[in-house]
């Protein structure tokens, strides 16, 4: 079992920075990859960004790729989501996940076996 708990959302303007954590528990998680989603209201959770277990590997979504850092402290096991030049289609509730797979099997949601509770990001325009 791994216990992930989001947080760092809020309400920002467009333009801001915003930093999500997310603290993880539980099973060892640093031999995990972890992972961020992202669902706006009436979509499908998409994914942003993933890192492979020993942070060796880094994916991105096109749409975040050049405003958004995906790290991991494995001493902390934390994992953050550096987010720059927010935008209003950045608005969503924000989950992250984790994962036994890696490479590109970590764009797929379906290949995450535990998630966070999932944090509010809200830019305004």
């Known amino acids: 079992q791994v216990q992930l708990v989001d947080s760092g959302g809020g309400l920002v303007q467009a333009g801001d920075s915003l930093t999500l954590s997310c603290a993880a528990s539980?099973?060892?998680?640093?031999?995990?990859?972890m992972g961020w989603f992202r669902q706006a209201p009436g979509k499908e959770r998409e994914f942003v960004a993933a890192?492979?277990?020993?942070?060796?590997?880094?994916y991105y979504a096109d749409s975040v790729k050049g405003r958004f850092t995906i790290s991991r402290d494995n001493a902390k096991n934390t994992v953050y989501l550096q987010m720059n030049s927010l935008t209003p289609e950045d608005t969503a509730v924000y989950y992250c996940?984790?994962?036994?797979?890696?490479?590109?099997?970590?764009?797929?949601?379906?290949?995450?076996?535990?998630w966070g509770q999932g944090t509010q990001v809200t830019v305004s325009s």
């Open positions: 890192t492979s277990r020993n942070a060796g590997g880094f």
């Open positions: 996940a984790s994962s036994p797979r890696w490479g590109y099997a970590l764009y797929n949601k379906n290949n995450y076996d535990y």
């Open positions: 539980g099973r060892t998680a640093s031999n995990l990859a």
